[in-house]
Nanobody, 122 residues
Framework: QVQLVESGGGLVQAGGSLRLSCAAS??????YGWFRQAPGQDREFVAARGWGGGSPLYADSVKGRFTISGDIAKNTVFLQMNSLKPEDTAVYYC?????????????????WGQGTQVTVSS
């Protein structure tokens, strides 16, 4: 019954913005991460945050453009993506963990969503 569902992906022109949402059910998570995977590429870390304390983490490639936030009481997290670039095109996944600290290693997360497609045109 543990499930995470992403939404909010779509097609956007370079320089535009999108906000992704992730809704979790079946388990209470204390931290969330966002990851992405482009065709022919490895999965890469994007952003993470724990609501037990500490600051959010961001990949260097998105720092200053993306913001992770959430309504933890409603088991929902968001990824605000601004100034999008064609290089941001990928399937975006959210992941949840019982850890109170956000982390960049995907292997440390307990559950994953099925992803939402983000396509940025040039």
């Amino acid at each position: 019954q543990v499930q995470l569902v992403e939404s909010g992906g779509g097609l956007v022109q370079a320089g535009g913005s999108l906000r992704l949402s992730c809704a979790a059910s079946g388990r209470t998570f204390s931290s969330y991460g966002w990851f992405r995977q482009a065709p022919g590429q490895d999965r890469e870390f994007v952003a993470a945050r724990g609501w037990g304390g500490g600051s959010p983490l961001y990949a260097d490639s998105v720092k200053g453009r993306f913001t992770i936030s959430g309504d933890i009481a409603k088991n929902t997290v968001f990824l605000q993506m601004n100034s999008l670039k064609p290089e941001d095109t990928a399937v975006y996944y959210c992941a949840g963990s019982t850890s109170y600290v956000g982390q960049s290693q995907g292997s440390l997360y307990d559950a994953w969503g099925q992803g939402t497609q983000v396509t940025v045109s040039s």
